[in-house]
């Protein structure tokens, strides 16, 4: 039972990291009707950006991450100014190959600047551990939880409950309808790339810190990040909630198989947890198309 | 007059014709006669980028088919490289030394790749007949990975981890008259392997760029046009949508896995990982395509030869340590350590860039260039 209490714990860590970049997809489809790769890419830039701040300018932490946060952003809303803004009304398989090329420019981008760093971020929490009963849980998962607990929970108010909110919610339901109601769909856009930009920001910044079972500091999390697909298919692309939901089920099945497999089917090997993700997307996509939560596309005669 | 006046399109019969001009018969004639002797004029090392290019070529024409023609967006090229590359070794003779696998002809084992492609894209096109856009994207995506893990475990097939060494000859012997591809002797001159995969290649590009031509020029071809534009009108006036979608992923696939046999013989040596059969290189097959021109098959050539020959040209023309003029900011380093761009780097981020930038000003692509030359000269001295 230590065994299982421990790997939820790791899987809900992950799961929550997970759902943040999820929320970040989830953002951006629903304001602009895009599916942006690159937020692997994000991820990965912010957490590298945090490791600047913090172990070459010698920031403190939670300085380094505001820093990180903000060019994040920044550069979300810049590539959605730019470049994305003169793409509107062509098709979305152009518009997503061009999300894929900007998450291609990552990693050559990062590893020329980076190289390999020799230490990862360091946290305040760093790498103790909590015991409750028998089982040992890492700090980093705890704030892992906690602080996209609370980035989350701030998305959801401002969401629900501010001016800007509604105006993304009216976006999503018919732009025109929504800049015909004096709403600035221009700025709803950017603002929506930022958002993700700093969602995507804590998400690199936990799995560098060791959240889930991540391997640091590196820019193969850009991999662990498009993960987080399976996430938003299994909550369904354009429901914020349901990118919560599928982020944990996702975490968890995939630390959950990583830590049993081993045990009961040897031949398939710890790799296997990498895969069942996508699995568990493809069972959903042929049960539920628009998964869990997502709204179903009405096809138009 | 009849030379003359069909640079003008003035009917059905002309738009669907294969060759409807003269000079566009004579390019070909010349084209070919290229194809023949440029591996005669080349050193080892261009003709290993044009052998890359062909095989990139054949793939990208299958991409095409299903994306700029059906619509159907995907990122699962490198499942398919990967089984047409594995089917090479282990049906080719490339493990016959470990006691593995058969060592079978090369059209056998290309027939092979042909019908397993062709099987397992049309159990991925089941599946994708009831997603469309963006989903299609995010399932095809996930097939790179379930397909990595599947060449990781499976090791008989693909010899796992430690991966499968290619085959070291491609011989077809017809009794009378024998050729090994991978060691040509052709007027009785011994060509290097990689001008005798050159030729393979190329002609298979022939083939499979006349083969999907034909598809798309005719009716078939019309009915993925119409379920590209509207798949709900379509399937209205009476085009099957199972027939078509699904067709388009076995006949895209099958060309894939074929292209894989050729990708398998070109590197010789396979390993199973994200480097080489990872997402990047699905990518760089749409990269392919959309610099070539979406929805074009002699842009699909075009983008094949800018994009496979891109690394070669940034080793060849770029220094070694290179720093931006005036300002001295270090731009490209072959040093491990020293800031600036490896050439490696610099490759992928071209890639990108030629994405981003071909997309948002010249969406038609290469192809699209082209056609804006030829209306250019077509219409002269009134060009506007």
Same mark, same amino acid.
């Given at each position: 039972m230590t065994k299982f209490f421990s790997l939820l714990a790791d899987g809900i860590a992950l799961g929550a990291v997970y759902a943040l970049v999820a929320?970040?997809?989830?953002?951006?489809?629903?304001?602009?009707?895009?599916? %942006?790769?690159?937020?692997?890419?994000?991820v990965?830039?912010?957490?590298?950006?945090?490791?600047?701040?913090?172990?070459?300018?010698?920031?403190?932490?939670?300085?380094?991450?505001?820093?990180?946060?903000?060019?994040?952003?920044?550069?979300?809303?810049?590539?959605?100014?730019?470049?994305?803004?003169?793409?509107?009304?062509?098709?979305?398989?152009?518009?997503?190959?061009?999300?894929?090329?900007?998450?291609?420019?990552?990693?050559?981008?990062?590893?020329?600047?980076?190289? %390999?760093?020799?230490?990862g971020i360091?946290t305040?929490w760093g790498l103790s551990r909590v015991t409750i009963g028998d089982v040992k849980i890492l700090q980093v998962n705890i704030a892992t939880v906690v602080l996209g607990a609370?980035?989350?929970?701030?998305?959801?108010?401002?969401?629900?409950?501010?001016?800007? *909110?509604?105006?993304?919610?009216?976006?999503?339901?018919?732009?025109?309808?929504?800049?015909?109601?004096?709403? %600035?769909?221009?700025?709803?856009?950017?603002?929506?790339?930022?958002?993700?930009?700093?969602?995507?920001?804590v998400a690199g910044m936990m799995l560098a810190g060791g959240a889930g079972p991540a391997p640091g500091l590196s820019?193969s999390l850009?991999v662990i990040a498009?993960r987080a697909?399976p996430a938003?298919?299994? *909550?369904?692309?354009?429901?914020?909630?349901?990118?919560v939901v599928g982020g944990l089920i996702i975490g968890v099945a995939e630390v959950m198989t990583k830590g049993y497999i081993p045990d009961l089917?040897?031949?398939?090997g710890p790799e296997f947890g990498d895969i069942v993700p996508?699995?568990i997307?493809?069972?959903?996509?042929?049960?539920?198309?628009?998964?869990?939560?997502?709204?179903?596309?009405?096809?138009?005669? | 007059?009849?030379?003359?006046?069909?640079?003008?399109?003035?009917?059905?019969?002309?738009?669907?014709?294969?060759?409807?001009?003269?000079?566009?018969?004579?390019?070909?004639?010349?084209?070919?006669?290229?194809?023949?002797?440029?591996?005669?004029?080349?050193?080892?090392?261009?003709?290993?980028?044009?052998?890359?290019?062909?095989?990139?070529?054949?793939?990208?024409?299958?991409?095409?088919?299903?994306?700029?023609?059906?619509?159907?967006?995907?990122?699962?090229?490198?499942?398919?490289?990967?089984?047409?590359?594995?089917?090479?070794?282990?049906?080719?003779?490339?493990?016959?030394?470990?006691?593995?696998?058969?060592?079978?002809?090369?059209?056998?084992?290309?027939?092979?790749?042909?019908?397993?492609?062709?099987?397992?894209?049309?159990?991925?096109?089941?599946? #994708?007949?009831?997603?469309?856009?963006?989903?299609?994207?995010?399932? @095809? !995506?996930?097939?790179?990975?379930?397909?990595?893990?599947?060449?990781?475990?499976?090791?008989?097939?693909?010899?796992?981890?430690?991966?499968?060494?290619?085959?070291?000859?491609?011989?077809?012997?017809?009794?009378?008259?024998?050729?090994?591809?991978?060691?040509? @002797?052709?007027?009785?001159?011994?060509?290097?392997?990689?001008?005798?995969?050159?030729?393979?290649?190329?002609?298979?590009?022939?083939?499979? &760029?006349?083969?999907?031509?034909?598809?798309?020029?005719?009716?078939?071809?019309?009915?993925?046009?119409?379920?590209?534009?509207?798949?709900? #009108? #379509?399937?209205?006036?009476?085009?099957?949508?199972?027939?078509?979608?699904?067709?388009?992923?076995?006949?895209?696939?099958?060309?894939?896995?074929?292209?894989?046999?050729?990708?398998?013989?070109?590197?010789?040596?396979?390993?199973?990982?994200?480097?080489?059969?990872?997402?990047?290189?699905?990518?760089?097959?749409?990269?392919?395509?959309?610099?070539?021109?979406?929805?074009?098959?002699?842009?699909?050539?075009?983008?094949?030869? !800018?994009?496979? &020959?891109?690394?070669?040209?940034?080793?060849?023309?770029?220094?070694?340590?290179?720093?931006?003029?005036?300002?001295?900011?270090?731009?490209?380093?072959?040093?491990?350590?020293?800031?600036?761009?490896?050439?490696?780097?610099?490759?992928?981020?071209?890639?990108?860039?030629?994405?981003?930038?071909?997309?948002?000003?010249?969406?038609?692509?290469?192809?699209?260039?082209?056609?804006?030359?030829?209306?250019?000269?077509?219409?002269?001295?009134?060009?506007?």
């Amino acid at each position: 039972m230590t065994k299982f209490f421990s790997l939820l714990a790791d899987g809900i860590a992950l799961g929550a990291v997970y759902a943040l970049v999820a929320l970040g997809f989830v953002v951006i489809f629903r304001a602009t009707g895009v599916i %942006n790769f690159a937020q692997g890419g994000l991820v990965v830039f912010g957490a590298f950006l945090v490791y600047q701040a913090e172990q070459t300018w010698g920031l403190p932490f939670w300085v380094s991450a505001l820093f990180a946060a903000v060019c994040v952003a920044a550069i979300g809303a810049a590539f959605e100014g730019l470049v994305l803004r003169r793409m509107i009304g062509q098709p979305i398989f152009a518009i997503i190959l061009i999300t894929i090329g900007l998450f291609l420019l990552v990693e050559p981008i990062t590893t020329t600047i980076w190289h %390999n760093p020799p230490g990862g971020i360091e946290t305040p929490w760093g790498l103790s551990r909590v015991t409750i009963g028998d089982v040992k849980i890492l700090q980093v998962n705890i704030a892992t939880v906690v602080l996209g607990a609370i980035v989350m929970g701030g998305f959801f108010l401002l969401f629900q409950y501010t001016k800007v *909110g509604v105006g993304m919610r009216a976006t999503a339901v018919d732009q025109e309808a929504a800049l015909a109601q004096g709403i %600035n769909v221009r700025r709803i856009f950017a603002l929506s790339w930022a958002i993700a930009g700093v969602v995507a920001v804590v998400a690199g910044m936990m799995l560098a810190g060791g959240a889930g079972p991540a391997p640091g500091l590196s820019v193969s999390l850009a991999v662990i990040a498009l993960r987080a697909f399976p996430a938003i298919i299994l *909550g369904g692309l354009d429901s914020p909630g349901g990118a919560v939901v599928g982020g944990l089920i996702i975490g968890v099945a995939e630390v959950m198989t990583k830590g049993y497999i081993p045990d009961l089917i040897p031949s398939l090997g710890p790799e296997f947890g990498d895969i069942v993700p996508y699995l568990i997307m493809l069972v959903i996509l042929l049960v539920r198309p628009f998964g869990l939560f997502g709204t179903t596309e009405v096809r138009r005669v | 007059m009849a030379g003359a006046s069909r640079a003008m399109i003035r009917n059905y019969a002309d738009d669907l014709r294969l060759f409807p001009t003269a000079a566009k018969r004579v390019s070909l004639v010349a084209l070919i006669a290229l194809y023949l002797l440029v591996p005669w004029l080349i050193n080892d090392e261009w003709a290993s980028v044009l052998a890359l290019a062909g095989v990139v070529a054949i793939g990208a024409i299958g991409l095409n088919l299903l994306t700029g023609y059906t619509g159907q967006p995907s990122l699962g090229m490198a499942a398919f490289i990967g089984l047409g590359a594995f089917i090479a070794g282990y049906f080719g003779g490339g493990r016959i030394a470990d006691g593995i696998g058969y060592e079978f002809n090369v059209f056998v084992y290309l027939f092979i790749a042909l019908v397993a492609g062709g099987v397992v894209g049309f159990v991925i096109g089941l599946p #994708a007949l009831r997603l469309r856009g963006n989903y299609l994207v995010i399932v @095809t !995506l996930g097939l790179v990975f379930v397909a990595l893990y599947v060449w990781q475990k499976w090791t008989t097939f693909t010899g796992g981890n430690e991966g499968s060494p290619m085959p070291i000859k491609a011989d077809v012997s017809l009794g009378f008259w024998s050729i090994d591809f991978l060691k040509p @002797t052709v007027l009785g001159k011994d060509l290097g392997p990689k001008q005798g995969l050159m030729y393979l290649a190329w002609g298979f590009v022939i083939v499979t &760029a006349l083969l999907v031509k034909n598809i798309v020029r005719t009716r078939p071809g019309r009915a993925l046009q119409a379920v590209r534009d509207r798949d709900v #009108a #379509a399937e209205v006036v009476g085009v099957s949508l199972f027939r078509y979608k699904v067709g388009a992923f076995v006949i895209s696939s099958a060309i894939a896995t074929f292209a894989g046999v050729l990708y398998g013989l070109y590197l010789g040596y396979l390993t199973p990982d994200q480097t080489s059969l990872g997402l990047v290189l699905s990518i760089q097959f749409l990269a392919v395509i959309v610099v070539g021109g979406i929805g074009t098959i002699y842009g699909s050539i075009l983008g094949a030869i !800018l994009i496979g &020959a891109l690394p070669k040209i940034i080793e060849q023309f770029v220094p070694d340590n290179w720093n931006l003029p005036v300002l001295g900011w270090p731009i490209v380093t072959n040093n491990a350590g020293a800031t600036g761009f490896s050439k490696g780097a610099l490759a992928t981020i071209i890639y990108a860039l030629l994405i981003i930038v071909f997309l948002v000003f010249e969406p038609r692509g290469l192809a699209g260039i082209w056609r804006r030359i030829q209306a250019y000269f077509k219409t002269w001295p009134f060009s506007y």
